[in-house]
Each structure stands twice: as C-alpha cells, then as structure tokens.
C-alpha cells in the first residue's frame, strides 16, 4: 500500500507559538490532502481539504486563519497551528488521496501528537 | 440521518472468535468502499478496499459490499489480540471520503 509520512510525529510547544506539520505522500501523487483532529477516544474530525495548487477548504468551526494549511505539490502539504493554545493540544492526522487505476485511494498519515503548554 | 452509520461498540470477543463489523450508508452514489483500522495513538491504516457488491477476502479479513440495502461488513476469522482497535469503514464517491465513527474492538485472550 501506499505510505504517506507525517513529520514530526510528537510535538510539545509554549501557549502563544506557532508549529508546522508536514504531510507527504511517499510513492504516489496526492492530488487531494486532507487534515483531521482527533481526540482522545474520539472520531476523526475533518478539518479541511486541500486540492493542489487550490486553497484549502476548511470544515464549519475551523478557523482557517489559525489552522493555515499549504498544498504546494502533489506529494507534500503542510498544517501550521498559528499561535497555538492549551485546547490546541490534540492528535493531527493528515490523509492523502489519489488515483489508481480506475479508482481513488485514500491513506493517512501515523499522526502528529501536538501538545500546548 | 447521517450518510454513514456504524456503532461505536465497544465490542468484546474471545480469541478465535469471529467478528463481523457493520456499517450502513444512504448515499448511492457511494462508489467504493474501505475498512480502516486505527491502534491507540496511531493513523488509521488502511485494510480492505473494493469497489463492487459482494465479497473479498485478504487472509482472515473479508468485506463484503451490498449496494442493494447500503450496507457493507467487515470479517475477521480466528480473531487475535493483536486485533484489538478501533475499525473505520469509509465510502468514497468522486471527490469526497465519508468515513464512519468507528467500532472498538477488543479480542479477549
């Protein structure tokens, strides 16, 4: 299967910073990239989409001058929590998708573990 | 109504046993369909995927699609404890992913 890298895969940051994840896809062209929260013993919550070279469509709730998510190529897009706070702290899973033979696959990512304090 | 129904479970079985994961959906133009499973803090891995009615089977895991009555189903044969996660079903049209909340599953030694 394909295999889509997330870095870093923990995090620990100061109330007031912003942090950058990054997502790839490793062995397939990802024409559309996906960023979900999860909570502890909780769903996926989907954040937003990104289509590449588009702006990123973000879920109701989401505010997406906090959660600024970049799309730049087919293999990489990148989440950047802008002045993260404590009830930012969460599990960040991103997700890519992209086309074999007739049909979509989608994967994920092992996650980003961000804590804020 | 949600467009994709799964129960959270949490479900128990003992090793060896059978387990048959459910979920059902209400949009038809669902074309293909995925199971996930997803270990405590971990991404979600994908397991199975098909994209037609009927049965595949991978191993001990088979999917099975009914597109007639929306529903689709996941079986793991001689279950293990090293099974024991949270299983996501997801249904894919042409541009959007729908995936179900997740049935916990723990395999009792």
């Known amino acids: 299967g394909a295999v889509v890298s997330q870095h870093p895969s923990w995090v620990i940051c100061k109330s007031g910073t912003s942090v950058k994840i990054e997502c790839r896809s490793l062995?397939?062209?990802?024409?559309?990239m996906f960023w979900y929260r999860q909570f502890p013993k909780q769903s996926l919550m989907l954040m937003a989409t990104?289509?590449?070279?588009?702006?990123?469509?973000?879920e109701q709730g989401v505010e997406k001058d906090k959660f600024l998510i970049n799309h730049a190529s087919l293999t990489l897009s990148t989440l950047t929590v802008t002045s993260a706070h404590p009830e930012d702290s969460s599990f960040y899973i991103c997700?890519?998708?992209?086309?074999?033979?007739?049909?979509?696959?989608?994967?994920f990512g092992p996650g980003t573990r961000l804590t804020v304090t | 109504q949600k467009e994709v129904e799964q129960d959270p479970g949490p479900l128990s079985v003992p090793e060896g046993a059978i387990v048959s994961l459910n979920c059902t959906y209400s949009n038809s133009a669902f074309q293909y369909f995925m199971w996930y499973r997803q270990y405590s803090r971990k991404g979600p891995e994908l397991l199975m995927y098909t994209y037609s009615s009927g049965n595949k089977e991978d191993g001990r895991f088979t999917a099975q699609v009914d597109k007639s009555s929306k529903y689709i189903s996941l079986f793991i044969r001689d279950s293990q404890p090293s099974d024991s996660a949270t299983y996501l079903c997801a249904m894919g049209g042409y541009q959007k992913v729908t995936f179900g909340t997740g049935t916990k599953l723990q395999v009792i030694p």
């Open positions: 990104s289509n590449e070279g588009s702006k990123a469509t973000y």
């Open positions: 997700s890519a998708r992209g086309r074999r033979d007739s049909h979509y696959e989608q994967y």
């Open positions: 062995d397939f062209q990802a024409t559309t």
